[in-house]
C-alpha cells in the first residue's frame, strides 16, 4: 500500500466521528489524500515509520494531523508532544479535535504546540462546517514550510 | 520735950548708928571690892595683851579673809556666769526635751500606727497568698482549658483538612464526572445528528414527506439536547470556575458584546441606546457572559416588534452599581417571576421564542458569585428591564 502523498492523517478512534469527518472533508473537495489511523499507537507508527508503515517513506510527511484527543492506548495529548518535540516533525499543523471543551487538556495542548483546537459540535451543521473550514485553512491556505 | 520728939531722937540715933555700920561694912566691902578690882585689873591688862596679839592675829586673818573674800567674788561672778550659762543650757535642754519628748510621742504614734499597718500588710500578705494559690490553680485549670482548645482546634483543623481534601476529591470527581458527561454523551448525539443528516442530504428521496419530517425532528432533538448537555455543563462549570477579579470597563464589554450579537443574529434588530456605564470590578469572562445573555435576550424578545429600543444604562446605588438592560419586546407576567431565574425553566413556548431556560440561570449564578443581585421588572407585551448590582468595592472571593 502507498502511504505516500498522505496530505491529512486523521487520527480519530470513533468509527462513526471518523465517517462523518471525513464526509466533511470529502464534500469540501480534501479527502483524495487523507489516511485514517484508529489510535494514538498506530499513528505513531505512521509518524515515525514504524510497525505496518515501516515501508513508508519517512521524508514524507501529512499536511496536517487531525488528532482526536481521547483515544485508548496513547492519547492525541501523548502524540501531540512526540510529533512537537521532533525537530523534523513539529512544522507539521496539528489540529486537536475533541468532543468537549470541558477537559483539563485545551491550554496543555496549546502549550505543547498545537495549532487549533476544535469542539466537535453536536449540530452536523456546525461540524461539517468546522471541518471543512479546518481542512481549508491548514491544506490550502497554510502550507508547510518544509 | 515732949515724949514723940525723944522716941525720934532715939531712933535717928539708932538710925545714924545703923548707917554707920552700914557704911563701915560698905568700906569693908569696897576695901575688898577695890582688891578685886585690882585683881582685876591686873586680869584685864594680861587679858588686853592677849587681846592685843590676838588682834594682830585677827588682823592678819582679816587681811587674809579679804583675800579670800576678793578670790570668791571672782569664783563667785565665775560661778554666777557659769550658771546663767547653765540655765541657759538648761532652758534649751527643756526645749530639746521638749522637742525630743514631741518626737518620741510622734515616734511612739508612728510605731503603733505602723503596728496597726503591719497588722493590715500582714493581712492582706495572707490574702496575697490565697489570692495567688486561687490564680494558681485558675492558671493551671486555664492552662488546661488552652490545651483542650488547642486540642479541639487541632481536630477541627485536621477536620477541615480532610473535609477539604473530600471537597476536593469530590470537586474534581464532579470536573471528570462533566468531562465524561460532555464528552461521552455529545459523541453518540453528535452520531444521530449526523447520520440523520446523512440520510436527509443523500437519501432523501427514500423518504416521503412523513419520513422527512421524522428525519428534521430527529435532527432538532439531536440538535436540542446537545445545546442542553452543554448549557448545563457551562452552568455547573461557573460554580468551580475560580472567579478573576480585575477592572472592567462596562461601555467596552457592553460594546463588544453587542457587536458579536448583532454579527450571529440578523433579522428585525432592535435599536439600541447604550450609556456610558460606571466600569466594575468582576471576571470580565463571567460578566461578557451577563451581558451576552440578558442582551441576547433583549434581542430575542424584542424580534417580534417592528421597531424597538433596547436601553442600557447604569444607576448608582448606596455600595451598589445597578446596571440595566430594558427592551420593549414580549416581557411576561410577574406572576411567574419566580421561575425566571431557574435552570431549564422558560416562560415562552420554544415555538415562541427557542432557547434551553439556562441564560437567566447562569446570570444569577454570576452575579452571585460577584456577591450582586439580579432581578427584573416586566409586563406582558409590553417589555422587560433585567437589573444586575455589583458592590463597588472588591468583590471577595
Redesign the interface.
Known amino acids: 500500500m502507498n502511504y505516500d502523498n498522505v496530505e491529512i492523517l486523521l487520527v480519530e478512534d470513533s468509527a462513526d466521528d471518523a465517517m462523518l469527518t471525513i464526509r466533511a472533508l470529502t464534500k469540501s473537495g480534501l479527502t483524495n489524500k487523507l489516511h485514517h489511523v484508529i489510535d494514538g499507537a498506530e499513528a505513531l507508527d505512521f509518524i515515525f515509520c514504524e510497525g505496518v508503515y515501516a515501508s513508508r517513506n519517512n521524508k514524507e510527511y501529512p499536511k496536517l494531523i487531525l488528532l482526536d484527543l481521547k483515544m485508548p492506548k496513547i492519547s492525541g495529548i501523548q502524540v501531540l508532544e512526540k510529533v512537537k518535540s521532533d525537530p523534523e516533525l513539529k512544522s507539521i499543523p496539528v489540529v486537536m479535535l475533541t468532543s468537549s471543551n470541558e477537559g483539563p487538556d485545551i491550554e496543555k495542548c496549546f502549550a505543547l504546540g498545537a495549532n487549533s483546537y476544535i469542539v466537535k459540535p453536536v449540530d452536523s451543521d456546525n461540524f461539517f462546517k468546522a471541518i471543512k473550514e479546518i481542512g481549508l485553512f491548514w491544506i490550502k491556505l497554510n502550507q508547510p514550510q518544509h | 520735950m515732949k515724949k514723940n520728939d525723944s522716941d525720934e531722937l532715939i531712933i535717928a540715933y539708932k538710925e545714924l548708928a545703923f548707917q554707920h555700920q552700914e557704911k563701915e561694912n560698905r568700906a569693908a566691902e569696897l576695901i575688898i571690892a577695890n582688891k578685886e578690882l585690882i585683881f582685876q585689873n591686873e586680869e584685864k591688862e594680861s587679858r588686853a595683851a592677849e587681846l592685843i596679839i590676838a588682834n594682830k592675829e585677827l588682823a592678819f586673818q582679816n587681811e587674809e579673809k579679804e583675800h579670800r573674800a576678793a578670790e570668791l567674788i571672782i569664783a563667785n561672778k565665775e560661778l554666777a556666769f557659769q550658771n546663767e550659762e547653765k540655765e541657759h543650757r538648761a532652758a534649751e535642754l527643756i526645749i530639746a526635751n521638749k522637742e525630743l519628748a514631741f518626737q518620741n510621742e510622734e515616734k511612739e504614734n508612728r510605731a503603733a500606727e505602723l503596728a496597726i499597718a503591719n497588722i493590715e500588710l500582714a493581712f492582706q500578705n495572707k490574702e496575697k497568698e490565697k489570692r495567688a494559690e486561687e490564680l494558681f490553680i485558675a492558671n493551671q485549670e486555664l492552662k488546661q482549658a488552652e490545651d483542650d482548645i488547642r486540642k479541639l482546634n487541632d481536630e477541627l483543623e485536621q477536620k477541615v483538612i480532610e473535609r477539604t481534601a473530600q471537597l476536593e476529591a469530590v470537586n474534581k470527581e464532579l ?1 471528570s464526572f ?2 465524561s ?4 454523551l ?2 453518540p ?3 444521530i ?6 440520510l436527509q442530504e443523500d437519501y432523501a428521496d427514500k423518504f416521503d414527506a412523513d419520513g422527512v419530517k421524522v428525519l428534521n425532528t430527529i ?1 432538532r432533538n ?2 436540542k ?3 442542553l ?2 448549557d448545563l ?1 457551562a452552568f455547573s ?1 461557573l460554580g468551580r470556575k475560580e472567579v478573576k477579579v480585575s477592572e472592567i470597563d462596562m461601555t467596552d464589554l457592553v460594546k463588544l458584546v453587542r457587536e458579536e450579537l448583532l454579527y450571529e443574529d440578523g433579522d428585525n434588530i432592535p435599536e439600541f441606546d447604550v450609556k456610558i456605564l460606571p466600569p466594575a470590578q468582576g471576571d470580565k469572562s463571567l460578566i461578557k457572559q451577563v451581558w451576552i445573555n440578558l442582551i441576547s435576550n433583549a434581542i430575542k424578545y424584542s424580534r417580534k416588534k417592528i421597531k424597538t429600543t433596547v436601553e442600557i444604562n447604569a444607576y448608582e446605588q448606596d455600595d451598589l452599581i445597578v446596571y440595566y438592560v430594558k427592551d420593549a419586546g414580549a416581557g411576561f407576567d410577574m406572576q411567574y417571576y419566580d421561575k425566571l431565574f431557574g435552570v431549564f425553566q422558560r416562560l415562552h413556548s420554544q415555538e415562541e421564542f427557542e432557547g434551553t431556560g439556562i441564560g437567566l440561570a447562569i446570570v444569577q449564578k454570576i452575579i452571585d458569585r460577584h456577591k450582586g443581585t439580579v432581578w427584573a421588572e416586566s409586563k406582558l407585551n409590553e417589555g422587560t428591564c433585567f437589573y444586575f448590582s455589583l458592590p463597588k468595592t472588591k468583590p471577595l472571593n
Do not use: F, P, Q, W
Not at chain 2, 193 to 198: E, F, L, R, S
Open positions: 470536573g462533566s468531562y458527561v460532555s464528552h461521552d455529545r459523541a448525539i453528535r452520531a445528528n449526523g447520520y440523520t443528516k446523512i435532527i439531536s440538535k439536547m446537545g445545546e448537555i452543554d455543563l462549570k
